[in-house]
Nanobody, 117 residues
Framework: QVQLVESGGGFVQAGGSLRLSCAAS????????MGWFRQAPGKEREFVAA????????YYADSVQGRFTISRDNAKNTVYLQLNSLKPEDAAVYYC??????????WGKGAQVTVSS
């Protein structure tokens, strides 16, 4: 099992940017496909982005394609999510996850992203 801790959340105005980080401990991230998910109040958790361990190919939800970028630095045991052109509907708790895409079994506790209109 790998332990995941998200950071970098916060408050931003619409159109602004944030970068979320997900630091892993316990095991090396290079063993895992990594994903980001989000959950807004009253809504189900939804997939945002994923990056594969073998070739670093990436996948995105249609709602964030072209605005968000997932990346990984295996040497730092960290995964990132760059959020650009943020919209109020992007506000949510963002979770980092590790596993074998599309199934993720290890999860962080989440980071809050608030976007004002």
């Amino acid at each position: 099992q790998v332990q995941l801790v998200e950071s970098g959340g916060g408050f931003v105005q619409a159109g602004g940017s944030l970068r979320l980080s997900c630091a892993a401990s316990g095991r090396t991230l290079s063993w895992y496909d990594m994903g980001w998910f989000r959950q807004a109040p009253g809504k189900e958790r939804e997939f945002v982005a994923a990056i594969m361990r073998r070739d670093r190919s990436t996948y995105y939800a249609d709602s964030v394609q072209g605005r968000f970028t997932i990346s990984r630095d295996n040497a730092k045991n960290t995964v990132y999510l760059q959020l650009n052109s943020l919209k109020p509907e992007d506000a949510a708790v963002y979770y980092c996850a590790a596993g074998e895409y599309p199934a993720f079994q290890d999860w962080g506790k989440g980071a809050q992203v608030t976007v004002s209109s």
